[in-house]
């Protein structure tokens, strides 16, 4: 078996196993959502035309809830240390992190979504699209995670410094991926906002992984 | 295969504060070099800067192969390197069967080699637990089991043996024996003396 098989694996293992981080996540988009109309009214008319940016908030922020056991625990118990001296790059080890981040996060995730945004009076046309949008998306919230995560490696009250370091970096996204479903409810195409939300993930895809190597090895000195 | 290790010159620091100046250090095949000194005085780090997690001040390590040709030192490191540390990167959360999978096959196991950790560290009983229910000497002993089923060359081993008794440290011992007399390269650093024969070098002493 692969080391890539291996380690993307194990990654797999620990987001589900020991309190089911994913089904957390989840937990807490459907409150969050939940929340709003209870807060705002209920009334579809005040709801549906902020439908598609409170669920891409509400997504956001519940990319953020797992992303500090993504290095920290590795570095506090000396996994870090093995992963490094590994068969593949520390860069390489960023790249499979985030990618397993996305499966056990992003994935769930991007289902419960159009339901949340169902649920805030979206239009149930708008589903597929919500979905592929909160999958794309969510590629862009693990790599960008998961390099906040390594930047806060070592600080004290490290989940709440990815949090800051981690949000601004969501505001492309989050403008992207809700501006393509307000379009598309406003009956305009949505597909010119889609790419430069596929752009965005790219751009973290490519800049996450050297990037947080550095921090970690950084860390680990 | 790494057939000798060679620290020149070696300056480390941590922070502000210098752990020792100019330590050379050659390791060839089939030796193994006992670091000794006080608390603090750098064993640990030095053995991090010859896994690469610690940039050395000035100085240089280097790895060689049996034709004195020099290793790219992230290849010697990704393929012929394992550390054993204070912390041994286990998850409490995991059972011990799992994390020995994982280490084993993310360092490169050989066929049957898990099996042959399992049997020569008396993992079998323990296989199904999960690790935080291990005490530290079994924990040591997985973590050990790593060492046995991914063979690599040189063994960088910081206190390997302090929470083993006395029958687990004879029977590291005889693997440490083995791996030695198979061309392998360990350098420990400890307080008590290793169970095999080792060359002492004071760490503290270079300051």
């Given at each position: 078996?692969?080391?890539?098989?291996?380690?993307?694996?194990?990654?797999?293992?620990?987001?589900?196993?020991?309190?089911?981080?994913?089904?957390?996540?989840?937990?807490?988009?459907?409150?969050?959502?939940?929340?709003?109309?209870?807060?705002?009214?209920?009334?579809?008319?005040?709801?549906?035309?902020?439908?598609?940016?409170?669920?891409?908030?509400?997504?956001?922020?519940?990319?953020?809830?797992?992303?500090?056991?993504?290095?920290?625990?590795?570095?506090?118990?000396?996994?870090?240390?093995?992963?490094?001296?590994?068969?593949?790059?520390?860069?390489?080890?960023?790249?499979?992190?985030?990618?397993?981040?996305?499966?056990?996060?992003?994935?769930?995730?991007?289902?419960?979504?159009?339901?949340?945004?169902?649920?805030?009076?979206?239009?149930?046309?708008?589903?597929?699209?919500?979905?592929?949008?909160?999958?794309?998306?969510?590629?862009?919230?693990?790599?960008?995670?998961?390099?906040?995560?390594?930047?806060?490696?070592?600080?004290?009250?490290?989940?709440?410094?990815?949090?800051?370091?981690?949000?601004?970096?969501?505001?492309?996204?989050?403008?992207?991926?809700?501006?393509?479903?307000?379009?598309?409810?406003?009956?305009?195409?949505?597909?010119?906002?889609?790419?430069?939300?596929?752009?965005?993930?790219?751009?973290?895809?490519?800049?996450?992984?050297?990037?947080?190597?550095?921090?970690?090895?950084?860390?680990?000195? | 295969m790494i057939h000798s290790l060679?620290?020149?010159?070696?300056?480390?620091?941590?922070?502000?504060?210098?752990?020792?100046?100019?330590?050379?250090?050659?390791l060839n095949a089939g030796e193994a070099?006992?670091?000794?000194?006080?608390?603090?005085?750098?064993?640990?780090?030095?053995?991090?800067?010859?896994?690469?997690?610690?940039?050395?001040?000035?100085?240089?390590?280097?790895?060689?192969?049996?034709?004195?040709?020099?290793?790219?030192?992230?290849?010697?490191?990704?393929?012929q390197v394992h550390?054993?540390?204070?912390?041994?990167?286990?998850?409490?959360?995991?059972?011990?069967?799992?994390?020995?999978?994982?280490?084993?096959?993310?360092?490169?196991?050989?066929?049957?080699?898990?099996?042959?950790?399992?049997?020569?560290?008396?993992?079998?009983?323990?296989?199904?637990?999960?690790?935080?229910?291990?005490?530290?000497?079994?924990?040591?002993?997985?973590?050990?089991?790593?060492l046995i089923?991914?063979p690599r060359a040189l063994w960088l081993l910081?206190?390997?043996?302090?929470?083993?008794?006395?029958?687990?440290?004879?029977?590291?011992?005889?693997l440490m024996t083995r791996h030695l007399d198979g061309g392998g390269l360990i350098l420990?650093?400890?307080?008590?003396?290793?169970?095999i024969?080792?060359?002492?070098?004071?760490?503290?002493?270079?300051?």
């Amino acid at each position: 078996m692969s080391a890539v098989v291996i380690l993307f694996r194990r990654e797999l293992a620990l987001a589900w196993g020991g309190g089911g981080g994913p089904l957390l996540a989840c937990g807490f988009f459907v409150c969050l959502t939940t929340i709003v109309p209870l807060a705002a009214g209920g009334d579809l008319a005040t709801l549906r035309p902020v439908a598609a940016g409170v669920a891409w908030l509400a997504l956001a922020l519940a990319s953020l809830l797992s992303l500090e056991r993504l290095f920290e625990r590795d570095l506090e118990d000396g996994a870090l240390d093995l992963l490094a001296l590994g068969p593949l790059s520390l860069e390489a080890v960023v790249a499979i992190k985030a990618a397993a981040q996305w499966l056990a996060t992003g994935l769930p995730l991007a289902l419960a979504a159009p339901i949340a945004a169902l649920a805030l009076g979206q239009s149930i046309d708008l589903a597929p699209l919500t979905m592929l949008a909160a999958l794309i998306g969510g590629l862009g919230f693990a790599f960008t995670g998961a390099l906040g995560a390594a930047l806060a490696l070592g600080a004290k009250r490290g989940g709440l410094l990815i949090a800051i370091v981690v949000l601004p970096l969501f505001i492309p996204p989050v403008v992207f991926g809700a501006g393509a479903l307000t379009r598309a409810a406003e009956g305009l195409s949505p597909w010119p906002a889609m790419a430069l939300l596929t752009a965005y993930v790219l751009f973290a895809a490519v800049i996450a992984p050297p990037a947080g190597a550095a921090a970690i090895r950084g860390a680990q000195g | 295969m790494i057939h000798s290790l060679s620290l020149a010159s070696l300056t480390l620091a941590r922070g502000e504060r210098t752990l020792f100046r100019d330590l050379s250090l050659t390791l060839n095949a089939g030796e193994a070099v006992a670091l000794t000194g006080a608390n603090g005085a750098g064993k640990t780090s030095l053995l991090r800067a010859v896994a690469g997690f610690i940039r050395p001040e000035t100085g240089e390590v280097a790895f060689h192969d049996a034709d004195a040709n020099a290793i790219d030192p992230t290849e010697a490191r990704a393929r012929q390197v394992h550390m054993l540390g204070h912390l041994e990167g286990l998850k409490g959360a995991r059972t011990a069967r799992e994390e020995l999978a994982f280490q084993a096959g993310w360092l490169g196991q050989v066929h049957g080699g898990v099996d042959e950790a399992v049997q020569t560290l008396g993992l079998r009983p323990l296989l199904d637990l999960e690790v935080r229910k291990l005490s530290a000497g079994q924990r040591r002993r997985l973590a050990l089991a790593r060492l046995i089923a991914a063979p690599r060359a040189l063994w960088l081993l910081d206190e390997p043996l302090s929470p083993l008794d006395a029958r687990w440290r004879e029977a590291v011992g005889a693997l440490m024996t083995r791996h030695l007399d198979g061309g392998g390269l360990i350098l420990a650093a400890v307080h008590d003396p290793l169970p095999i024969p080792a060359r002492s070098v004071d760490v503290g002493a270079a300051r």
